[in-house]
């Protein structure tokens, strides 16, 4: 924001040195980047945070000047005379997208003279580097430097039916700008039309049809309130930025929409004739008034650590243009923020206004500020196990939007066959659902390194999903999810996730069962289940990618991927070792080669022999699978496992082992067909 020094002088006194302003600025938050004198004037530049738009007109600027030097400001007061014919008889305005713009007047002026405009106003825009054009779009760029109200000023025989709508753009509707270049406009972006076409988009340029020039007389002059989002998606996607689209992005004050455009047509009236039509155009009159804020006294000494008298405090809030509520008591006080403050809105935000004016310098760094010991909570230091396991894995960690394209969220949905959630309005180009996985996106990230670079990316995220409820009118489960792509094999990615689960201390042995899921390969789909406690509790799924999804991604073959329900994890996972007591006595181990169908899996075969031996096994392990379709006949496998026998309260004699033994045989061979092989 460039400060007319001689401009600023008009609202307050500046007997200040200019040194001392700007170490002021600087110390209560805006920050002085540089100062330069241009003819007989001084413009200071000053950077102004996101959430102070109020301070992008001189006017916001002179109230900081006057609450820090304990100024008067003095607004321009503004006196309008207008004529008898009344502006609803030759306008009128219809809001088709309140959505975009929550307010919209409009006033007319007739029989106005265009000129150059008069010096008071072209020295000041030159100094603060607005370009000149005429007097009338002078007048509307000086109010908006004025007070940070943008304006526009339209040519009303221009105006098609005599009649402004307020309406999203048509599909493939395209603009003139004032800069004389055609912009192509999408229904996702506001524009201000007359009749027939598109006149303006919303907050960010006028339309080359209805700029004022020469021959201009009567005048519209807009005042209007267009939602941050709203402009910046459409200064955005057609790169079009101007000094109305920055101030809409950071929000303007709605109870100055009517002074600026009174004051506009002022000075118009004042130095370009005309008269100015009774009435005006609004589409919202109505403002509705911000609830009180109530700041206790002791919580000012509590997180400032240093007291400050109550009368510095009314002082200092008063002048920055809160007013006191009648529920004020001993203990505390209730403040209604000013209109042109959207970023007042809690206790701490008066607490922080009050140490910036009263100045951070007075705060002592010894200031006695009662701290209060916290800790990561449990979920957090988790995920930090979670990154430390998978990046030693050689995996990146990555991070991708939770809005995704159609293509995007039907490659791989996993978790339900309902329908995404979709938003009214596109955040990125094309994306409206929500995603219900991340493995789509994840395979987009591996596709985009593979082309950019020829890197295979394996890639993991830890992110929000969102799951459809089965009815349709509720809300979707959104849940965190941990996402995995990588290439390699399918067994190398079960490894991974069991060793996950391993150093999240979750009890329990993790199995697969087969399912079918679009874009997975058959196959190869997979439920991850955890059985702990007699129970199976699902944490996920993982496969390998099939043919047609990797081709349409472009993306060389194999990739794995898996994904994973945190909250499910997490809460079979124990974060804190636990000590386990360790058996003094000697194990024996034995091998098993079994035939056994080819139907047959690994799981099952581990659980049939954990479940004939019970408390005394010590662990099993695969070792190998062997397949001889002459000596053990078709469909047929040879399974190799090593199993280790151990109690805890003697030595295990030779006989106790065959035995146990002896009840794995017994019990493959009932529950699986399983013959051991002599």
């Not at 196959?523 to 993982?542: F, N, P, R």
Request: hydrophobic share 40%; net charge negative.
């Amino acid at each position: 924001m460039l400060v007319s020094w001689k401009w600023l002088s008009r609202y307050v006194n500046l007997d200040m040195p200019q040194k001392e302003l700007e170490d002021r600025f600087s110390f209560s938050g805006l920050n002085h980047e540089s100062s330069e004198t241009v003819g007989d004037d001084v413009v200071i530049d000053l950077e102004v945070t996101s959430n102070r738009g109020d301070c992008l007109g001189h006017l916001g600027v002179a109230r900081e000047v006057g609450v820090l030097f304990d100024q008067q400001v003095c607004v321009p007061k503004v006196e309008l005379t207008e004529g008898d014919t009344a502006v609803k008889s030759l306008l009128s305005v219809e809001n088709r997208f309140p959505d975009a713009c929550p307010r919209y007047t409009a006033r007319v002026i007739q029989g106005v003279k265009i000129g150059p405009s008069p010096t008071e106003i072209a020295d000041v825009l030159e100094s603060v580097g607005i370009g000149l054009v005429n007097n009338v779009v002078d007048i509307t760029n000086f109010v908006m430097m004025e007070c940070g109200q943008p304006l526009h000023a339209f040519d009303y025989d221009k105006i098609a039916g005599q009649k402004i709508v307020v309406r999203p753009a048509d599909k493939d509707e395209t603009i003139e700008a004032i800069d004389h270049r055609q912009y192509a406009l999408d229904p996702s972006m506001c524009v201000i039309a007359d009749g027939e076409k598109a006149s303006a988009v919303a907050g960010v340029m006028g339309g080359a049809d209805s700029e004022i020039n020469e021959a201009s007389t009567n005048l519209v002059i807009e005042a209007a309130d267009f939602t941050p989002l709203s402009v910046r998606r459409a200064a955005r996607a057609l790169k079009l930025h101007s000094p109305s689209s920055y101030r809409f992005e950071r929000r303007v004050d709605p109870a100055g929409i009517d002074w600026a455009s009174r004051r506009a047509c002022q000075l118009i009236t004042q130095h370009a004739g005309g008269t100015v039509c009774n009435g005006v155009l609004d589409t919202a009159p109505e403002i509705p008034a911000r609830p009180p804020i109530v700041l206790r006294l002791s919580q000012v000494e509590r997180i400032l650590g240093i007291r400050i008298a109550q009368t510095e405090i009314q002082r200092i809030l008063t002048a920055l243009g809160c007013t006191e509520d009648k529920s004020t008591t001993s203990e505390s006080h209730a403040f209604v923020p000013p209109t042109w403050r959207h970023d007042l809105t809690r206790e701490a935000d008066l607490i922080e206004e009050v140490a910036r004016i009263h100045g951070y310098d007075k705060i002592p760094e010894n200031a006695s500020i009662p701290v209060a010991p916290s800790r990561a909570r449990s979920f957090d230091t988790a995920v930090s196990k979670v990154r430390r396991v998978l990046t030693s894995a050689g995996i990146s960690e990555a991070m991708t939007p939770s809005v995704v394209t159609r293509k995007l969220d039907e490659s791989i949905s996993p978790w339900t066959d309902r329908p995404a959630m979709q938003t009214q309005t596109a955040m990125l180009e094309g994306s409206r659902r929500l995603r219900r996985s991340l493995i789509p996106s994840l395979l987009s990230s591996r596709a985009g390194n593979w082309s950019a670079s020829s890197l295979h990316a394996d890639l993991f995220e830890i992110a929000h999903i969102y799951l459809p409820s089965a009815d349709d009118d509720g809300l979707p489960e959104e849940t965190y999810a941990l996402g995995l792509v990588r290439g390699g094999d399918f067994f190398q990615l079960k490894g991974i996730v069991e060793t996950l689960c391993g150093r999240l201390g979750v009890q329990g042995r993790l199995t697969v069962d087969v399912l079918d899921c679009q874009g997975i390969q058959s196959g190869t789909a997979s439920k991850l289940m955890i059985q702990a406690d007699g129970q199976s509790h699902e944490i996920g799924y993982m496969g390998t990618v099939d043919a047609a999804t990797l081709k349409s991604w472009k993306l060389p073959d194999p990739v794995q991927v898996a994904e994973l329900s945190l909250p499910v994890v997490f809460e079979l996972a124990n974060l804190v070792p636990q000590q386990q007591s360790i058996s003094p006595f000697p194990s024996i181990q034995r091998d098993l080669n079994f035939v056994l169908a080819e139907s047959v899996r690994w799981g099952d075969l581990e659980t049939v022999v954990r479940s004939a031996v019970d408390e005394n096994l010590a662990g099993v392990r695969y070792v190998e699978t062997y397949r001889d379709a002459d000596k053990d006949g078709p469909d047929t496998k040879r399974v190799l496992l090593s199993v280790e026998l151990q109690s805890d309260t003697e030595t295990l004699s030779g006989q106790q082992a065959d035995t146990m033994i002896q009840s794995i045989v017994d019990a493959c061979d009932q529950k699986l067909s399983a013959k051991l092989l002599q």
